[in-house]
């Protein structure tokens, strides 16, 4: 039999709560991106990490917010901890390999493209291996063409994310980047549920094994979520981030750079 599927059990409650932290992480880790590009070797991977975990932590902490509103009736759902933790890992691995392509290759297209499809296939890894890791006495079903389209949405505003984090300078703008990839990255997941049915084994009623949503998601949240804040507190301290210009841009040629006058009589 088929289950019924509320992905809003909590009405506009969770999907605005998530959309707000991908748009934080993908905020910390875009000027994370930036900043990387503004500085010497040796502190670009330094930078680069610090995106790719904020830009991780911030879908994957979006995904399961979202799911803690996600209901079939008849069938309680629990989750596979190792499963729904791989699921982060595979975020951050994913999208970390997609920002230092860009972040050691620079701006070129081939970069941007290959960069922004290796991310775009974490967000959309990380999606199905999370929902992978869900446990109800069914099974989920999942419609092949709504899958293709999710997982286009998630490359498409992966490298446009990308391009924006080496492209576009200032604060307003930068976060008005980061509000479009939190809306590319919540749209992604909603096309992604709505590619789902649910075909339940007798009357649904008992549950796999597992830990039930509130007693996994909600401390489970807690460390991705203070790790994003401190994130925050890092990028407030380094006004380059912020601003997305280099001091010397805005000072003029540093000493070191400026060719000494030649004296007079020579």
């Known amino acids: 039999m088929h289950g019924t599927v509320d992905g809003f059990s909590y009405g506009l409650v969770t999907p605005v709560a998530a959309f707000l932290m991908a748009c934080m992480g993908a905020a910390l880790g875009l000027r994370c991106t930036t900043r990387s590009l503004m500085i010497e070797r040796s502190w670009k991977s330094g930078w680069l990490a610090l995106g790719a975990l904020s830009i991780g932590s911030g879908i994957w902490t979006m995904h399961f917010i979202a799911m803690m509103g996600f209901k079939v009736d008849g069938a309680p759902l629990t989750y596979d901890r190792p499963t729904t933790y791989a699921s982060l890992g595979m975020a951050i691995l994913m999208v970390g390999i997609g920002i230092f392509i860009v972040g050691y290759r620079g701006a070129t297209p081939m970069a941007l493209v290959t960069g922004g499809t290796v991310t775009g296939l ?145």
């Open 122 to 266: 974490g967000v959309a890894t990380m999606h199905y291996l999370g929902m992978a890791g869900m446990r109800l006495n069914g099974r989920f079903e999942y419609s092949t063409p709504i899958v293709a389209v999710s997982v286009v949405i998630a490359v498409v505003a992966a490298t446009a994310a990308l391009w924006a984090a080496v492209s576009i300078h200032g604060f307003l703008p930068s976060l008005g980047a980061s509000a479009v990839m939190g809306v590319a990255v919540s749209g992604m997941h909603y096309t992604g549920m709505a590619a789902l049915s649910v075909s339940l084994h007798g009357s649904g009623t008992s549950s796999a094994g597992g830990d039930s949503s509130a007693a996994l998601l909600a401390p489970m949240l807690i460390g991705p979520v203070v790790f994003l804040f401190l994130a925050g507190v890092v990028v407030m301290f380094d006004p380059l981030v912020v601003m997305g210009t280099p001091a010397w841009e805005e000072q003029g040629p540093s000493p070191a750079s400026r060719v000494p006058e030649r004296p007079k009589g020579w």
